[in-house]
C-alpha cells in the first residue's frame, strides 16, 4: 500500500494525467456498459456479447488503476456485496433468479464504486503522516511523544486545562541538543562522539580591561602579591620558648645549680 502510494507521488506531471484521465475513461465505461447490459440481454446474442466484453475490460483496468482501495477495503466490501446477493437469491425463489443475472453488471460496478470511496473517506479522516525534512523541519519541544500523549490524555479526562510549558527535563531526547554543538574550533581536539578535549597550553592569556580585579590577578604577573614572612617570626612566641619538664627535687642539685649561677647574677644580700 505505501509502495504504491510512492510510486503514485513519484509519476511526473504528463503521466499523473494520462493515468488520471485512464481512470475517468475506464469509471464511465464500466457504469455505462453496466448500466445498458440488462437491455442488451434481451436485444441479441451480438449486441451482449459486446457490452459484456467492454464491461469485462474497462472493470479490470478499474480494478488495477485503483489497486490500494481493492487491497484495503475489498474484502469487506466483498463480503457485503455477496451477503446482499444470497440474500436476493434465497426470497426471489427459482422464477426470479433468471432475472437477477442482467443486474449482476451492475452490482459489480456499484460494489467497487463503493470500494473506492470509502478508501477516499478514510483518508480525507485519518491524520496526515509525519514527516521531518530539510525544508519543513518538525520543532522540538523538549518531551517525548509517550509524556505528551499520557499527559494529554490525563488533563483532558480529569478536565483540567493542557499546560503546554510543562516540560519534563528527564525525558528530553538527545535529539533536542544535535544543532547546539556550535561550529568546530581549531583549538579543541574531539575525543568522542559526544565531547571535546580543549587543550590552552600554547595559548597565552591576555587580561581584559573590563574585567574585574580579581579575575585580573591570574593574568597579570607580580600585581598583588603578599609579602614574605619569615618561618621564625610566624611563630608565637610561646611556642618558640622550650620549657623544661620538672625534676625530682634533691639537695645536691639545688646546690650545684647555685653554684652555677654567676657572680652578677647572686642576690646582694643575704647569707652566703
Known sequence: MEHTRALHGQLPAQARKVRDTVKIVA????????????????E????????????????????????EPFVRFGPITAAIALLFLLVAVVSGGP???????????????ASSLLTVAFHEVS??????PLSVTADNEIEFTGVSVDTASERSFQTES????????????????????AHHDGPSSRYSRGSGSNG?????????????????????????????????????????LALRTTLREPESYSPDTDAHSEDDIPEPARPLLGPR
Open 158 to 177: 480529569l478536565g483540567q486545562p493542557r499546560n503546554d510549558l510543562d516540560f519534563e527535563p528527564n525525558r528530553i531526547d538527545s535529539l533536542y541538543f
Open 196 to 236: 571535546s578535549e580543549i587543550s590552552l597550553s600554547s595559548i597565552t592569556g591576555q587580561a581584559q580591561p573590563h574585567w574585574d580585579n580579581m579575575t585580573r590577578t591570574y593574568f597579570i604577573e607580580d600585581m598583588i602579591q603578599p609579602p614574605a614572612v619569615n618561618s621564625h617570626q610566624e611563630q608565637p
Open 44 to 67: 441479441g446474442l451480438s449486441f451482449r456479447t459486446v457490452t459484456l466484453s467492454i464491461f469485462i475490460i474497462t472493470g479490470l483496468t478499474f480494478h488495477a488503476l485503483h489497486l
Open 123 to 128: 483518508k480525507k479522516l485519518e491524520p496526515p
Open 27 to 42: 469509471c464511465g465505461s464500466m457504469i455505462g456498459t453496466a448500466i445498458l447490459f440488462p437491455l442488451a440481454y434481451n
Open 95 to 109: 422464477a426470479s433468479r433468471k432475472d437477477l443475472v442482467p443486474w449482476l453488471p451492475l452490482f459489480i460496478a
